[in-house]
Structures are given as structure tokens and as C-alpha cells.
């Protein structure tokens, strides 16, 4: 007893050396923290850093900075980074490239105009100090970001160009520290500004040309092993970062342009990006967080008044000139208060950058211990403020509605979104599944209903019980993307009587389909299967074949019938496809008729949705190979069908979907049958009053002027 007693006393003794022991409190803290202060209203942000400073060697000395804790710590202001650069929303920003390069030019400038004369003059600071200084003033650590993106404001604009200004100005600053180093040196020549550029380019063409390449032939590969994807995306962001040090850069460049360059390879509603969000914010952020605390001296307070007057001073001047630069940007850009904050919250926050800046400095002998001291009391201060003001702003907005621009009529009906997967072949279910959870709206209550349908014979019994267990698969695939499912198994004479009769059960509104691939299936429009499907349910329907992983398309290729805008469907399809696009961030070339375009482009400027949309007048459906010229391989190749009877459709429509399937075999490709009747489904007392004999006989009357006019021109030459 008295052993064990006095191995707890050793292993207890102050600093912690044991790395488990260390680790389970670290864990224990990131726990903890955010729900003790959540009580109090406080962020958990502040909590993870005021625990840093507690436990910190300046604190209670539980723990040192050892090499471990500065591993975790750099991996988590990288995962930071990474993070940052993969939500960025690169149809967002490419919109408003010109906002962010303003609100970058604003937020570097106006630190450095306001603090290198305070500096300079107030504090007879030397140039090179009042340069460095002022520079850190214009730094930005994005340690707020955890908070918009929980709050699903991501992709809000206001968000889009504060991030796309961070990494410029921090760029720029981080060219002002290596020119100010290399004048301290006397070092600042012609050979300095050669062998800048050519790493920036040499660096540019590794992360942007090479890696995306590499990336879309690895997830080809390995379409189906998701833990290997996601060592590839850690292997990529860490060789990222090391390749901004060798570069000339600090790492956290290399992070941030290795979640642009993986930008569009991993949609955010995949199950790899789950698994990049949950392990960096349960771990390595946090993490970061708590080793910014560690390194925050408190007691530099009490010795003397020259220290307290330099943290006032610095955390007034940093905290107005960001306050400032957001002020001008929503004057400029006209946008709301709420937005505003946001902006400044994101970028208050003085950490990672303004650290490397400082010891840097400090040890090139640019600054002196006063400046170090009071830039350490600048990051806690900074941080708190940015915190508390990121989460308010954030929270108006979300109770404001202001994050969403979606009415309420359509906001319900998305709430109640219900997607029904019929699964024939399990084999080939994997990127049928993936295509839904990319398109399934995460605000449905509903979740998605995987059906297979088991022939009622004496082993129905047997075979549902099997069809059961290959389908948890699917479910643990969903799961991993934090997607619901319901596995419905059912007995039925044939596969189209079930689906079509749980899809009225569940009142599905969303039926997908695979493309079947037996010889003949064109034979007519699709083989008699799916043909009943479509003739025999109002939902709207999508028949999906994906001859690539969803990441490797690179244009959307859209075929609309005219008067496609006049059924039902019509929105819903519209809503599926914008997410398809800004998901893969793919533009979309539209065929079609000009008013299908032009509401088409309409219903997704009200949805404040952004994407390059090209249009092509298209309106000769008999010549539809026409096409072929312009569609690559790795387009995704859409088409809007239509019903028999349906007010959009044409006959033409068979003749098109036949020869997409015979002469785009390598082409990944969709076929949409939007929904038909908005409120009912079809009973059987409207079969009997069917418009099908009025619809073949006008397609006979078709086809005899067809041959008519053939003959006729024939007899003229």
C-alpha cells in the first residue's frame, strides 16, 4: 500500500513527466473546459487558453514546454490552417476575389500606418523594430474560425473574404519579417529577391499542379479505403508545410494552400471530411489552444510599469486598427453589423503568426524583452476579444436567419426531405450511396431509407436476414459522413411493386436509382423495370451512373428540354444540382432553351448560390451528338428528362437518352425525372383515364410527317 502510495507521489511530482499521464490531462481539459464555462457563458476557446495559462510553466507549473506538447501544438495550428483552406468556398471567393484583396490590403495597411509611428516616435523604437512591430499588428491567427464553422457560417461571404484576406496579409507579412531580417544581416540584395521568387513559383507549381493531380489519381485508386485517404490528406498537409519552410515561408502557408489545393477533392459533406473536422477539433486544435496559454507570463505584470503600458498600448492599437479595417469593409461592401463583427472577430485574434514574428525578432536582437513580454499579454487579450465577439456576431446571425437566405415555404420542405436508395447489386452501391449523402440536405429530419426487396418465396425469410447484414456496410459508410439511415428490407412478388409501394409509405420525395448495365436496357427509353418506375410514381426521380469517384469531375455538362421550368419538379432538381456544383466546385454549362436559362439562373441567384453557370442555346435534339465535341471524359454529364404526358416532353427525349448511354459509356452521367404531380401520387382510377394512347398516337402523327418529309425531299432531287 505504501509503494503504491509513493509511486503516486513521484509520478504526481510537479512538472508531470510521465507523457500518459500528461496526455490524459490534456484530454481531461479539453473535456472539461468547454462545459464548465459554457455554464458561464464563456467561449470554449478562452477556457482552452486560460487553462493553458494555469497549468502553464508560468502558472502552476504542471506542465513544461517540452518537445511534445510543441509537436501537438504546431500540428494543430496547421490543422487550423488546413481547415480554413479546405472551407474556404472557392466559388464564394473567386466571386469576390476583389473583396478580399481590398479587406487585405485594409487590414495590412492600417495596423502598420497606426502602430509604426507609435512606435517610431512615442516609443523611440529603432526603424527596423517599429517596422517589425507595427508588421505584427497586422497579423491575424484564425482561432475564432472553430466557432463560424459550428455554427454552419463557413460559407457566409463575410467569412469567405476575412479568411481569403488572412492569408494575404499574413503573406505579406511574413515577407515583411525575412526583408527586415535579412536588413538587420545587411543581407537584402538582389540574390534575396531572385531566390524569393523562384521558390514561390517552384512552390506554387508543387501544391497547385502536381499534388491536385496526384490526389485525384490516389482517390480513384483507393475510392473505398477511407483511412488510407485520410493519412494521404495528413501526408499532403504536412509535406505542405514543409515545403513552405523550405520555400522560405512559414509552414502555416504551406497548411493553407494545401486545403486550397484539396479543396474541390473533398466535398464537405463527405465522410473523409468528417473525419479531418472531428479529429482537429477533438485533438490537435484544441491542443494548440491550450500550448497558446502555456506560453503567457502573467507575472511579467508585476514587474514594472513599462510592460503594462506596452500591452495597453499594443492591444488598443491592434484591437481599433482591426475594428477599423472591418468598419470600412462593411461600409464598402455594404454589408450587415453582425457581419462586421464577424470580420473583426476573425481577425482580432493575434497567435500563431504574431508569435513567430516576435521570437524571431527577439532573437535576431530587433526587439527587446519589454516587447516580447507585452505582445505575450497582446495574444491572451486579443484571443479573449475575438472570441467573445466571433461567438455573439455568430449567434445573430444564425437567430437573425441571416446565414441562410432560404424561404420559409422552402426551408420546410427540405426539413422533410425523405430519400429513398433501392439497392439491387450491393457490389456496386458504394458510389451510389456517396452521390446521395453529397446531395441529401443536412437540414432533413428524415433520414435516408437504403430498401432491398426480397422475392416472396419459401426463403423470404432467409434472404431478408441476409440482405439485412450486407446492407450495414452502407450504414457504417453513412454513419462515417454523420448521415442517418433506415435499412428497410421487404418482401414483394417483383422489385418494382416494393419500391413503388414503400415509397409511398415513407412518402418518399427523392427516388435514386442505379443505371442498369445489361445489354438491350436502351432498347426503347430504359428496360421495363425502370421505365415502370417512372411511369408509375409522380416522385422525382434520379437514375445515376458514376464511371468516376465524384471529386475527379470537373465540369457539370446540363441538358434541360424547353418548358422544363413549368413542372413541378422544377426547383428540386435546381436545389440538387446547386449542391452537386458547389460541393465539387464545378461550373455548369447549360444546353437548353433561354427561358428554362434564365429561370434556372434565377432560382439560384435568390438562393444567394453562387456558381459559373456558361450558357449554350440548345434546340436541335435530333443532332444530339452534336454535343460530343464539347464533352471531356471527366465531365458529368446531366440530363433533364420528362414523363410521358408531362408538359416538357418531347420524343426527341428517347432518341437523346439512348444515344447517352451508347456513345457517353465512359462519361459518369445522371438522368433526372422530375416529379410530375405535387401533391398525389398516381391511384388507379387515373390510370384509367391515362393520357398514354393520346401521347402514342402524337407520336405516330410524328414520326408519319417524319418519313413524309423525308420522301418529299428525296422526290425533289
Known amino acids: 500500500m505504501l509503494y503504491f502510495f509513493k509511486q503516486l507521489q513521484e509520478q504526481f511530482t510537479l512538472p508531470l513527466t510521465n507523457p500518459i499521464l500528461i496526455f490524459s490531462l490534456i484530454l481531461l481539459i479539453i473535456l472539461l473546459s468547454p462545459i464548465v464555462l459554457k455554464r458561464l457563458r464563456i467561449p470554449g476557446i478562452i477556457g482552452l487558453i486560460l487553462s493553458g495559462v494555469i497549468i502553464g510553466p508560468h502558472g502552476l507549473n504542471i506542465l513544461e514546454q517540452t518537445s511534445a506538447v510543441e509537436l501537438f501544438s504546431t500540428i494543430g495550428l496547421l490543422y487550423i490552417m488546413f481547415i480554413a483552406g479546405l472551407e474556404l468556398d472557392l466559388n464564394e471567393f473567386k466571386i469576390n476575389q476583389h473583396k478580399s484583396i481590398i479587406y487585405g490590403m485594409l487590414t495590412f495597411l492600417l495596423p502598420i500606418i497606426i502602430g509604426f509611428p507609435i512606435c517610431y516616435y512615442g516609443f523611440g523604437y529603432s526603424f527596423n523594430a517599429s517596422s517589425l512591430v507595427g508588421a505584427m499588428f497586422a497579423t491575424q491567427t484564425l482561432i475564432s474560425y472553430p466557432i463560424v464553422s459550428r455554427f454552419g457560417l463557413a460559407k457566409n461571404q463575410a467569412v469567405a473574404i476575412t479568411v481569403g484576406g488572412t492569408i494575404l496579409t499574413d503573406t505579406a507579412v511574413l515577407i515583411i519579417l525575412s526583408i527586415i531580417k535579412e536588413n538587420q544581416l545587411g543581407e537584402l540584395n538582389h540574390e534575396f529577391w531572385i531566390r524569393t521568387t523562384i521558390s514561390l513559383i517552384i512552390f506554387s507549381i508543387i501544391l497547385f499542379v502536381i499534388i491536385p493531380r496526384i490526389a485525384t489519381w490516389f482517390f480513384r485508386k483507393l475510392e473505398n479505403e477511407k483511412y488510407a485517404q485520410y493519412i494521404f490528406v495528413l501526408s499532403v498537409v504536412f509535406f505542405a508545410a514543409f515545403l513552405g519552410t523550405v520555400a522560405g515561408f512559414e509552414p502555416i502557408i504551406g497548411a493553407f494552400a494545401a486545403g486550397i489545393a484539396l479543396n474541390r477533392l473533398i466535398p464537405s459533406s463527405s465522410a473523409l471530411m468528417n473525419r479531418i473536422d472531428f479529429i482537429g477539433n477533438t485533438l490537435f486544435i484544441p491542443f494548440f489552444l491550450i500550448s497558446v496559454g502555456m506560453l503567457v507570463d502573467v507575472n511579467v505584470i508585476f514587474n514594472g510599469t513599462t510592460v503594462i503600458i506596452v500591452t495597453v498600448v499594443f492591444s488598443v492599437v491592434a484591437i481599433f486598427s482591426k475594428w477599423l479595417a472591418a468598419w470600412i469593409t462593411q461600409i464598402s461592401f455594404h454589408y450587415s453589423r453582425d457581419q462586421r463583427q464577424i470580420i473583426f472577430g476573425l481577425s482580432n485574434a493575434h497567435a500563431a503568426e504574431t508569435l513567430a514574428i516576435i521570437i524571431v525578432g527577439y532573437r535576431a536582437g530587433i526587439l527587446n524583452q519589454d516587447i516580447l ?254 454535343l460530343s465535341r464539347y464533352i471531356k471524359s471527366d465531365d458529368l454529364l446531366i440530363l433533364v428528362g420528362a414523363r410521358k404526358g408531362s408538359v416538357s416532353y418531347l420524343s426527341y427525349l428517347d432518341t437523346a437518352v439512348v444515344k447517352i448511354n451508347k456513345y457517353f459509356q465512359k462519361n459518369s452521367k445522371i438522368l433526372i425525372y422530375p416529379q410530375q404531380n405535387e401533391h398525389a401520387e398516381k391511384t388507379e382510377s387515373y390510370e384509367e383515364v391515362s393520357s398514354e394512347p393520346l401521347v402514342k398516337s402524337m407520336e405516330a402523327i410524328e414520326k408519319l410527317g417524319k418519313g413524309i418529309g423525308i420522301l418529299l425531299k428525296k422526290g425533289k432531287e
Request: glycine share 4%; hydrophobic share 45%.
Open 373 to 626: 513580454n507585452g505582445t505575450i499579454l497582446l495574444i491572451l487579450i486579443s484571443s479573449i476579444v475575438a472570441s467573445f465577439a466571433t461567438e455573439r456576431a455568430a449567434k445573430r446571425m444564425v437567430i437573425s436567419g441571416e446565414s441562410d437566405q432560404l424561404d420559409s415555404k422552402t426551408l420546410e420542405i427540405m426539413k422533410h426531405e425523405h430519400i429513398l436508395l433501392p439497392v439491387a447489386n450491393v457490389d456496386n452501391m458504394h458510389k451510389l450511396l456517396e452521390f446521395v449523402m453529397l446531395i441529401k440536405d443536412k437540414k432533413a429530419v428524415h433520414p435516408v431509407s437504403v430498401l432491398t426487396v426480397v422475392p416472396n418465396n419459401n426463403e423470404a425469410e432467409f434472404n431478408m436476414i441476409k440482405s439485412r447484414k450486407k446492407l450495414e456496410d452502407f450504414v457504417r459508410q453513412a454513419s462515417a459522413a454523420e448521415i442517418k439511415t433506415n435499412v428497410i428490407t421487404t418482401i414483394d412478388h417483383n422489385a418494382l411493386s416494393g419500391i413503388t409501394r414503400i415509397a409511398r409509405e415513407i412518402m418518399a420525395d427523392l427516388i435514386v436509382v442505379g443505371w442498369p448495365q445489361r445489354t438491350g436496357f436502351f432498347s426503347k427509353i430504359l428496360n421495363e423495370k425502370t421505365e415502370n418506375i417512372i411511369n408509375y410514381t409522380d416522385k422525382n426521380l434520379f437514375i445515376s451512373y458514376f464511371a468516376h469517384p465524384l471529386v475527379a469531375h470537373k465540369r457539370i455538362i446540363l441538358l434541360t428540354p424547353p418548358l422544363a421550368e413549368l413542372e413541378p419538379g422544377f426547383e428540386f432538381w435546381i436545389k440538387k444540382i446547386s449542391i452537386i456544383a458547389n460541393e465539387l466546385t464545378s461550373p455548369i454549362d447549360f444546353y437548353g432553351d433561354k427561358k428554362t436559362y434564365d429561370d434556372f439562373h434565377k432560382a439560384l441567384k435568390g438562393r444567394n448560390i453562387h456558381i459559373t453557370i456558361t450558357f449554350h442555346l440548345f434546340e436541335d435534339w435530333e443532332d444530339f451528338l452534336v
